[in-house]
C-alpha cells in the first residue's frame, strides 16, 4: 500500500479531487466509487471547483456509493443519498440515472446485492474507488469482525455507529441497520484511494498500516489490493513506525 502524507485535509482534498477528475478528462463512461462521511468532502469540494471553473465534465462518469441506511426514505435529510446530492451530486453535471446506491429500503437484501454487483459489473468495474476509515477501522459498514465479508449485504450498526450518528436524527430514530458493499467488492476496484485525517483515525491507521491483515480491522485487507493508496494528515501519521 502507498502511503502519502500531505499537509493538511485541503491538500489532500486537491491530490485526490485531482485523481477523480483527471480520470473523468480522460476515460469516458469513468467509474467512480463514492463514500460519505466528513473525510470526503475536501475532495468533493475540489471536484466542485473544477468543475464550475469548466476544467472538467462529469457528464459520462457513473458513480456507486459504498453504503445507505436501511428503513430511510431515500428522500429523508440523513439518507447518503441526500448527503451525496448536498455534497457533491448537486453542484456538478452527473446525470442522475448515472448515480447509483444500494436501496436500503429493499424487501429482498439478496436480490438487491446481486443487483448491485451486477450493475457495477455491468459498467466494466470500479475504477477508482473513495473510501475513509473508521475509528475501528471500518470500511464502507464492514465493522470489526470474524471474517472478511465479499459481496453487498446488510448489516447491523454497531452500538458505537449508532451512538456517533445519531445525534444527526432529531426527527425520526436512527436506522439500526445498512447496506453496505463488502469487502471483496470494494477489494474488486482498479485503484482505491483512502483518506484518514485527524488524531481520532491515529490508531486506526496504524492498524491498518501495521498490524496484521485481519478482519479485526477490516481496512487492512487493502494491503492485498494491487493500487491501493493511504492520504493522510501529519496527526492521522503521527503513530506510524515509518
Ligand atoms: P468520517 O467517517 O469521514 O465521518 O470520519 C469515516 C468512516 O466512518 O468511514
Known sequence: MKVVVLDDEERIGSAVGEQFCALAREKANAVFGLATGMTPIPTYQYMIAQYKAKNVSFSSVRTFNLDEYCDLPRAHKN????????????????????????????????????????????????????????????????????????????TALTPSTIAANSIYFDDVPMPKYAMTMGVG???????????????????????????EVSPRCPATALRDHADATVYLDPPAAARLCH
Not at 456538478?92 to 451486477?118: M, V
Not at 467488492?185 to 498490524?211: C, F, H, N, P, Q
Open 79 to 154: 439518507s447518503f443519498y441526500q448527503f451525496m446530492l448536498q455534497e457533491l451530486f448537486a453542484h456538478i453535471d452527473l446525470p442522475p440515472a448515472h448515480i447509483d446506491f444500494l436501496d436500503g429500503n429493499t424487501t429482498d437484501e439478496f436480490a438487491e446485492s446481486e443487483r448491485y454487483r451486477t450493475a457495477i459489473e455491468a459498467c466494466g468495474g470500479i475504477d477508482l474507488q473513495l473510501l475513509g476509515i473508521g475509528r475501528n477501522g471500518h470500511i464502507g459498514f464492514n465493522e470489526p469482525a470474524e471474517n472478511f465479508t465479499v459481496e453487498s449485504y446488510k
Open 185 to 211: 467488492a470494494i477489494l474488486r476496484a482498479k485503484k482505491i484511494i483512502l483518506i484518514a485525517t485527524g488524531s481520532s483515525k491515529a490508531d486506526a491507521v496504524k492498524t491498518m498500516l501495521e498490524g
